[in-house]
């Protein structure tokens, strides 16, 4: 039997989120995403519905992605955090927080995928 796989899209743009589910939905038959626009509306999610994977914006308001990870670790230190962001300059304060990758949104969507691919696995 095929396992769904649980995923946390994080970012304070609706229309990103929209548009990573919408991606996600085509690259996998069993899918669970849900959806938080901050780095609170994170922790409270990862708490409640236990992810396999988070995909974490790093710039949001009222808590920003980098303390969300810091805290989502601590609480839960084998789910991954890939870390989705248009400013490279937030690499070491990503990988530092323990985010398990750092891409950079625009880059190829392979890649997103393969990344997103091996963090599954290894969870």
Known sequence: MLKTLRILIVDDQQHTR???RALLATRFQLIDAREAANGIEAIRCVEECKPDLVLMDVRMPEMDGIEATRIIKRK????????????????AAALTASA??????GEPVEQLL??????CSTN
Do not use: G, N, Q
Request: overall charge positive; aromatic content about 10%; proline content about 3%.
């Open 100 to 105: 398990h990758a750092f891409l950079i949104k």
């Open 76 to 91: 839960l230190v084998e789910v991954p955090v890939i870390m989705l962001t248009m400013y490279s300059e937030y690499k």
């Open 114 to 119: 393969a990344v997103l691919l091996a963090a």
């Open 18 to 20: 929209r548009s990573l």
